[in-house]
Nanobody, 125 residues
Framework: QVQLVESGGGLVQAGDSLRLSCAAS????????????MGWFRQAPGKEREFVAAITWSSGGTDYADSVKGRFTISRENAKNTVYLQMNSLKPEDTAVYYC??????????????WGQGTQVTVSS
């Protein structure tokens, strides 16, 4: 199995920065680490969950939603089995619950494998 634990959410003002972390663990993850894609999705109140960013564990290739390109950066730290989402120049429309995702068979927007419990990010204007 795969366990994903997010942290780092909070309340910030527009223009501020925030870094989310996602620690991955579990037997399946440990066995097949390099085959996983890791990602971040978000869901605002009354809206569907949407893709934010993704990174391949093996090569570090990345993909971003147009709405966050140039502001958000996804990265991974192999030694800690942790994925990060650095969010800069935050806007009120970035307010949402952010979910970490892991998938062995799908990439980017198609990811639908394992999910974390979510962490709230609130950006005030």
């Amino acid at each position: 199995q795969v366990q994903l634990v997010e942290s780092g959410g909070g309340l910030v003002q527009a223009g501020d920065s925030l870094r989310l972390s996602c620690a991955a663990s579990g037997r399946t993850f440990s066995t097949y680490t390099r085959t996983f894609t890791m990602g971040w999705f978000r869901q605002a109140p009354g809206k569907e969950r949407e893709f934010v960013a993704a990174i391949t564990w093996s090569s570090g290739g990345t993909d971003y939603a147009d709405s966050v390109k140039g502001r958000f950066t996804i990265s991974r730290e192999n030694a800690k089995n942790t994925v990060y989402l650095q969010m800069n120049s935050l806007k009120p429309e970035d307010t949402a619950v952010y979910y970490c995702a892991a998938d062995r068979f799908h990439w980017g927007r198609q990811m639908n494998g394992y999910w974390g419990q979510g962490t709230q990010v609130t950006v005030s204007s």
